[in-house]
């Protein structure tokens, strides 16, 4: 299992969104130690509770920790679901960083898989879904992923998140 230490993480996960998709794409567990531990509050916030818990179902992981203001998370994934998949972020948080979280994960897999995405397609700290569908996926498709995408409707953050 290798050992990330979180204390440097952002106020938005990054660290812990990288770790997360690096973890599933090579079947690789990691604990995440000291998450923003100099930080007021300490630990995982609201945003990164659905990012977590989207992992879990989609790479059918292990996951221990995944609480507010924990400071140390345990992922162990196991294999990558097929079919369709429904997954709620919730309304102010952003669909973007998720896409490209799992698409590297997403695109070695070889079987039939769709996801339905609800959160928000815009947020102040991240691209909308629309730059990533209209710059990132036209990239992957010249490399030849079969990939689609369509946003059914417009989801803004609530203000302050």
Known sequence: ???????????????????????SLSRIPFRMERIRISQNPPGLLPEHLPFI??????????VKGARLQSTEL????????????????????????????TMPVLL???APLSLSITGATHHPSFP?????????IPLLLQAGARIECEVAELGFAPHGE
């Open 1 to 23: 299992m290798l050992t990330i230490d979180g204390s440097g993480l952002d106020k938005h996960g990054r660290i812990l969104w990288l770790a997360l998709s690096m973890s």
């Open 53 to 62: 818990h989207a992992f879990e179902v989609l790479m059918n992981a292990e």
């Open 74 to 101: 345990v992922f162990e994934p196991h294999s990558l679901r097929r079919g369709h998949l429904e997954i709620a972020l919730g309304k102010g948080h952003p669909i973007a960083p998720f896409v490209l979280a």
């Open 108 to 110: 070695r897999t070889l």
């Open 128 to 136: 909308c879904i629309e730059s990533v569908a209209g710059s990132f």
